[in-house]
């Protein structure tokens, strides 16, 4: 076990060596897709670490144990929204621009303040949790202690989309996300590899909490190393330049974008565990994981193509921009297709390899690579309408998708489980890709779908 571990974090931290000489010009189709592929090396190893943790910590806590870990880190990054404050989105679009007109004091203010902010914001956020959980005791039963031991995740996830959101506003979208995406992933399977061989059949979701919280530690500090890197010399040292009322004013609706499309993803998790047993919640979250495996290529250019759309349309290249959103979302549809072909007819034994008390996730399992499919079909009209200050359509698509979700969280877990959850998931992904969509072409001519613009409708595809 320890030769096998020792394995992975090594061709991991390789494939991301490989990946952080990638560079150029950020707005340049070459750049774009040389990005992406150095992403794709990045979540390959993600992929990878991810599998044989998910694998290990099924096998050793099998669907009750599992399930309650899983719900603690979902309860996690669902708190961890409120504390970003909406900071990622805005810090690639804003760096962006101010790199271009080299306005280093702006750049040195506005990463001054994120950190402030959220910082102060994940105290609140977790002493507001811990008092609720405590005098509440919800979560009950043994969903109670993974969740307060899961609440040191919240500042840790806030800090790193800071640094994320300014690392890929300055085009190193690679290096930015290598401590989340593969050195973090990396470190849980190590600590919680050694934590269950020391412990024995005392290892439990809460030590499997304990390893999560070690491993956003160590993203954390890697992190920041690779920021002072990656800042110029110029911003390191200019007066920092607040314009703390137009931030303010600008985060806002992506506080509530950041809200409801976390809490749409969440919610059944979430559902699934007030309303069903913690087994119901690991046979879910085994299929959840493995359907994650289907937007890999959709996750890998997304990173790459932020900071690209705003140079585009910034230097007014609308033709370029609309070339290059149509090549992407075609590519990565074709890629999406193909894995998910496989996971639809190879449910069963892509279960069987976490345990056979996961097979009751096929249905599950199908429900959500289709929705991936379908959502991803619909291109990245989302990111687009980010990128072009266009948040607040965004946030409203979310907000009435996550209602359809909730709604069919609430009426189909209960009944049906893990098969309910997947089929309120799968519903909102599609929901939101499809409004959003439309929204994006009605308003900016912009046609984010894979597929060719339909007859009647003009031609915004060039």
Not at 207 to 217: F, H, I, K, R, T
Not at 331 to 345: D, E, K, P, Q, S
Request: proline share 5%; hydrophobic share 55%.
């Amino acid at each position: 076990m320890t030769r096998f571990l020792a394995a992975l974090v090594i061709n991991g931290l390789t494939s991301v060596v490989r990946g952080l000489s990638l560079g150029g010009q950020i707005g340049d189709r070459a750049s774009v897709f040389g990005q992406g592929a150095g992403n794709a090396l990045l979540n390959g190893t993600a992929f990878v670490v991810n599998f044989a943790t998910t694998l290990l910590l099924s096998r050793l806590l099998g669907p009750d144990g599992f399930g309650a870990y899983a719900f603690a880190f979902s309860l996690a990054l669902l708190l961890s929204v409120p504390a970003r404050l909406g900071f990622t989105t805005m810090l690639v679009r804003e760096i962006t621009e101010y790199r271009l007109s080299e306005s280093w004091g702006s750049v040195r203010g506005i990463l001054r303040r994120a950190n402030q902010s959220v910082l102060i914001a994940s105290v609140v956020v977790c002493a507001v949790a811990a008092a609720y959980f405590s005098l509440i005791g919800w979560p009950e039963g043994d969903l109670h202690r993974p969740s307060l031991l899961a609440l040191p995740l919240v500042p840790l996830i806030a800090v790193t989309s800071v640094r994320q959101g300014v690392m890929q506003g300055f085009g190193r979208v690679v290096l930015g996300r290598a401590p989340e995406t593969a050195i973090m992933p990396a470190v849980l399977l190590v600590v919680a590899g050694v934590l269950s061989l020391g412990l024995g059949n005392r290892f439990s979701a809460s030590w499997a909490v304990v390893a999560a919280d070690v491993s956003g530690v160590v993203a954390v500090v890697v992190g920041i190393v690779f920021l002072r890197r990656v800042l110029p010399a110029e911003a390191r040292s200019s007066t920092p330049d607040f314009e703390t009322r137009r931030w303010a004013q600008a985060v806002r609706p992506l506080i509530v974008l950041s809200l409801v499309s976390t809490a749409g993803g969440q919610l059944p998790t979430l559902l699934l565990g007030a309303f069903s047993d913690p087994s119901e919640v690991g046979i879910y979250n085994v299929a959840f994981r493995i359907a994650g495996v289907l937007p890999f290529l959709l996750i890998a250019m997304t990173p790459a193509l932020m900071p690209a759309v705003v140079e585009l349309r910034t230097l007014e290249r609308h033709d370029e921009l609309q070339r290059l959103l149509t090549r992407s979302a075609r590519i990565i549809l074709l890629f999406t297709a193909l894995i998910g072909l496989v996971a639809i007819a190879f449910a069963t034994p892509l279960l069987q390899i976490f345990g056979s008390e996961f097979e009751g996730g096929e249905t599950a399992l199908r429900v959500l690579a289709i929705g991936h499919i379908a959502s991803i079909a619909c291109g990245l009209p989302g990111m687009v309408l980010m990128m072009t200050g266009d948040a607040n359509a965004m946030t409203m698509t979310f907000l009435a998708t996550t209602v359809v979700t909730l709604a069919l969280a609430v009426a189909l877990v209960p009944g049906y489980g893990a098969s309910g959850g997947a089929i309120a998931t799968a519903a909102g992904l599609v929901a939101s890709n499809a409004i959003m969509s439309v929204i994006l072409y009605r308003r900016r001519g912009i046609y984010a779908p894979a597929l060719p613009l339909p007859r009647g409708l003009g031609s915004a595809e060039r």
